[in-house]
């Protein structure tokens, strides 16, 4: 059935036509392009039962929770979904965030559950739908070493001796005292820093891609010891369909672009910079996956589960995505569903849905779609292909 999104307006998110969560709810939902506003920042787009917005079914009106409590065989017998799926558009950084494994997420709902608000873990998975920006986990010893010597301000900060030992012993452990010492540097120091980098920023040609992430940072989040993080942490380019897991303890930012995201349902978040809300920094530096890897190794990648789709599995149980991709060439293609249901969501293309024969409903960008366990599979007929094709998106079970 087809299914109406959740908008979330907040302030990082883009604005008006720009935002692609607005261009695809416009499309797919009357009472949204009525209220439509070209200064409010559309940011994301959530698809799911979270009790925070669930979907609802486009013919009734009537929220998908309730369909699930009803006749929860639609999910195979759970009592919700195990993940929640969302279009994201971002023009300002996201805090830098970690989330807990599943343990310490019980252990720290338990301790403190003002901060810490359910037990559950938040693994999250981020595919590009545009050219997508983003923080991902920390450099290796060797990159990091480099980073930290090239800036004069970067090494007085961290101190000559605290970084010789990423060369001596280029180890995670290595990256912890120098992660240390930068979140325990007065706020004094992170300033001084940054306007030190600052000036090399504004005359720097050789490397764009620190010089814009830097700028982009420091633009909306002036002084903020995040913006420090950036010499730290992988700075990951993604193209459309590129992808990135966000495994428990691993720091992430995004920072601007359009993406897919499919996470376990939690709220469990964090934080370490390009934020003006508390930094729990004991409980950061306790947790934080220190190991270093390169940029190239944080890239997810796909397998084939059939001439068009590819499935991001990521290796929690809660979710997995699939990605279709049918060329114009092709006039039939089938999408598998899977024991637990699915959500599918339309990026490009038009197509008209059948089950068995039965015709039930034409698909166009910003369609939204549950399909409850009982069907086995979505058959679409090109009738008008695109001329750039049929693309979109699946979120289910990780029941592979
Ligand atoms: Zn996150």
Known sequence: MEILGSIKTYDWGTRGSQSKVAQLASKNDENFAKEFNETTPYAELWMGDHVSG????????????????????????????????????????LSIQVHPNKEQAEQLHATRPDLYKDPNHKPEITIALTDFLALCGFRTPAELYNQLKKYQALTNLIGADTIEELQKQPTSESIKVCYTKLMSSPQDAIVKCISDLSVIFNENKEDELLTNVFKHCNHYFPNDIGVLSIFFMNIIQMKPGQAIFLAANVPHAYLSGDCIECMACSDNVIRAGLTPKFKDVETLLEMLDFTGKTAEEKFFQSLPVGPYSELFKPPV????????????????????NRANGSIIIVLKGNASAAYLGRQLFELKEGSIVFVPACIKSVGLTFNHPDAEGFIAYQAL????
Not at 324 to 330: F, G, I, L, S, Y
Request: aromatic share 10%.
């Open 54 to 93: 669930p979907s609802l079914i486009k013919s009734t009106g009537e929220s998908i929770s309730k369909l699930i409590a009803s006749d929860n065989s639609s999910i195979g017998g759970a009592t919700s979904l195990p993940f929640l799926f969302k279009v994201l558009s971002i023009t300002k950084p």
């Open 317 to 336: 149980k809660d979710f997995a995505v699939v990605q279709v991709k049918v060329p114009d060439t092709v006039q039939n293609y089938c999408i598998e």
């Open 397 to 400: 079970y990780n029941d592979f």
